[in-house]
């Protein structure tokens, strides 16, 4: 599974490459003049030289041990202070899902696979192929089920919001996440303002359908730029079944691809 912040903590390789070489260096030259002169200088000099290289080397072993459990503990607090936000992102795309299964019965779409894309645009187009009565009834449905999952998503970003004392003290704030997030946090509030007054207004449906093919469209973008989750775009799954292993990985795999 990929992280958007992989390793915040790196060992500094060029500080020890320098030491080292001017140890190493050090070392020959005093072995050199040692052998010729036999100068007592020359074996301090030879002596402490092999004693460097040898610090060094159990230096840079335990750096690498001490990197290794901070970029550990760091990754554990990443997953631990996005897990939320992810789990919410996953119900928001499988209500066009749920309300596909749940409206449509006699179609069958409880035992069908679609991508989150798909099933938004077989839920807008079997609204749209609906009688006026069908359509006010199902509505009031999808529109509540909708600004549930929003407010949850909203609530998630702004718990995140909250932490960031978290991420700086264990070193994975991120300035180019923390955009990403800002993007969530303005499309689905763009989201909730428009069901609201869908719902005070007893539900356009030009309206309604126009301003989620926008929203929708911004989203896949959104989800394609947190390679943490950018295999939402491509995962197939059936309502309620979107953990499904083989298709996940499937999914990341195709979603790693480049993109034309």
Not at 208 to 234: G, H, P, R, T
Request: with cysteine; hydrophobic share 40%.
């Amino acid at each position: 599974m990929q992280r958007h912040i992989k390793k915040p903590y790196r060992i500094n390789w060029k500080m020890y490459s320098l030491i080292g070489g001017i140890s190493v260096v050090m070392m020959i030259v005093s072995v050199i003049s040692d052998n010729i002169t036999h100068n007592i200088i020359s074996e301090i000099m030879k002596n402490l030289a092999f004693g460097c290289v040898a610090s060094i080397f159990i230096a840079l072993l335990l750096d690498i041990g001490n990197i290794n459990e901070k970029n550990k503990k760091a990754i554990s607090v990443y997953d631990t202070v996005y897990s939320d936000l992810k789990g919410k992102i996953v119900w928001y795309i499988e209500t066009w899902s749920h309300f596909c299964s749940a409206a449509y019965r006699d179609e069958g779409y409880r035992d069908k696979k679609y991508t989150w894309i798909e099933w938004y645009e077989i839920a807008k187009y079997k609204f749209m192929e609906s009688d006026d009565n069908k359509q006010k009834m199902l509505s009031c449905f999808l529109n509540e089920s909708l600004v549930f999952s929003v407010e949850e998503i909203e609530k998630a970003i702004r718990q995140i919001k909250h932490q960031q004392y978290i991420l700086n003290i264990n070193g994975i704030y991120d300035e180019k996440l923390n955009k990403i997030l800002d993007d969530y946090e303005f499309e689905f509030g763009a989201a909730k303002l428009l069901l609201k007054r869908c719902l005070e207004n007893h539900f356009d449906n030009d309206e309604f359908w126009n301003s989620f093919d926008a929203i929708n469209q911004d989203l896949i973008n959104y989800i394609n730029n947190w390679v943490d989750i950018s295999f939402y775009n491509y995962v197939k799954f059936k309502p309620y079944k979107f953990i499904d292993a083989e298709e996940i990985m499937r999914a990341i795999l195709k979603s790693e691809l480049p993109k034309k």
